[in-house]
């Protein structure tokens, strides 16, 4: 059984810091794809950030480049997402999710999802 486990949120004021992470039983992150998802009250889930493992490349949203860092530890089999410069904007419940890559490496086919950890930036 396939268990993906979200910790690290919690509240922060806007320019602060924190870090997500995505401990996973019964299947190997490193396999092919993982990422970071995260869905606001009253609006659409939006992707955060993604790793293909293969290759090691990683792709995040506009709206977090360059404040957001995905990475894997493969020998935890943990996930993370470490936050920096916080906004109000980035207040959501955030998921992990595990898939399968295109055969191109265009997209992530996302399979295992977690339950959710909440992160909310306060002005």
């Known amino acids: 059984q396939v268990q993906l486990v979200e910790s690290g949120g919690g509240s922060v004021q806007a320019g602060g810091s924190l870090r997500l992470s995505c401990a996973a039983s019964?299947?190997?992150?490193?396999?092919?794809?993982v990422g970071w998802f995260r869905q606001a009250p009253g609006k659409e889930r939006e992707g955060v950030a993604t790793?293909?493992?293969?290759?090691?490349?990683?792709q995040y949203a506009d709206s977090v480049k360059g404040r957001f860092t995905i990475s894997l530890d493969n020998a935890k089999n943990t996930l993370y997402l470490q936050m920096a410069s916080l906004k109000p904007e980035d207040t959501a419940m955030y998921y992990c999710?595990?898939?399968?890559?295109?055969?191109?490496?265009?997209?992530?086919?996302?399979?295992?999802w977690g339950q959710g950890t909440q992160v909310t930036v306060s002005s």
């Open positions: 999710a595990a898939g399968r890559r295109r055969y191109d490496y265009s997209s992530c086919n996302y399979i295992y």
């Open positions: 019964g299947y190997t992150l490193s396999s092919s794809c």
């Open positions: 790793i293909y493992t293969g290759r090691g490349t990683t």
